[in-house]
T-cell receptor
Framework: DGGITQSPKYLFRKEGQNVTLSCEQN?????MYWYRQDPGQGLRLIYY???????QKGDIAEGYSVSREKKESFPLTVTSAQKNPTAFYLC?????????????FGEGSRLTVL | GENVEQHPSTLSVQEGDSAVIKCTYS??????FPWYKQELGKGPQLIID?????GEKKDQRIAVTLNKTAKHFSLHITETQPEDSAVYFC?????????FGSGTRLQVQP
């Protein structure tokens, strides 16, 4: 089945540790995105990438880093510099730029900092 | 940048009634307005979208209206059913990403 796979689904981290969230897609989509979801605040854009080896900061990039070495993969690292990392993280992708702009989301990863 | 405001934050209706969720956006360059439904613990899924060259779009019990002049768009769900209970997000495009509203939790009472 085609889709977006995020892992792990649940992750616990101690303060001061970096953690990497995985996002893989087999939809052959060019663009990939990371959003953070907090209660009552909707989805906020962290980073996005339109093509391999290129990515742009979103609205809340501080304390996060990404890479886009392969078209199908867009991992997100939550660094120790992120002051409040406990949240639900959503990865998404979208078809080539001449298509609708619709985002296809994964099932999310819930990160809890202990 | 784009700012999207969504109201109400919670909405409770009786089964069979209609539900309306409203959003406003700030960037006049936005031209794509999707609506997503998110069930508990899952990723959002697109339920309907509209482009700026259209004023209204309907898909069975779901419709979306867009007023470009006023910069607002609305989701209408008719004949609501318990399975419509979820969180709904509106969004507007900005460059090559979407900016989302804060979400509406819809509860359909049987």
């Amino acid at each position: 089945d085609g889709g977006i796979t995020q892992s792990p689904k649940y992750l616990f981290r101690k303060e001061g540790q970096n953690v990497t969230l995985s996002c893989e897609q087999n939809l052959n989509h060019d663009a990939m995105y990371w959003y953070r979801q907090d209660p009552g605040q909707g989805l906020r854009l962290i980073y996005y990438s339109q093509i391999v080896n290129d990515f742009q900061k979103g609205d809340i990039a501080e304390g996060y880093s990404v890479s886009r070495e392969k078209k199908e993969s867009f991992p997100l690292t939550v660094t120790s510099a992120q002051k409040n990392p406990t949240a639900f993280y959503l990865c998404a992708s979208s078809p080539p730029r001449d298509n609708t702009g619709e985002l296809f989301f994964g099932e999310g990863s819930r990160l809890t900092v202990l | 940048g784009e700012n999207v405001e969504q109201h109400p934050s919670t909405l409770s209706v009786q089964e069979g009634d209609s539900a309306v969720i409203k959003c406003t956006y700030s960037d006049s360059a936005s031209n794509y307005f999707p609506w997503y439904k998110q069930e508990l613990g899952k990723g959002p899924q697109l339920i309907i979208d509209i482009r700026s060259n259209v004023g209204e779009k309907k898909d069975q019990r779901i419709a979306v209206t867009l007023n470009k002049t006023a910069k607002h768009f609305s989701l209408h769900i008719t004949e609501t059913q318990p399975e419509d209970s979820a969180v709904y997000f509106c969004a507007a495009n900005r460059r090559r990403a979407l900016t989302f509203g804060s979400g509406t939790r819809l509860q359909v009472q049987p």
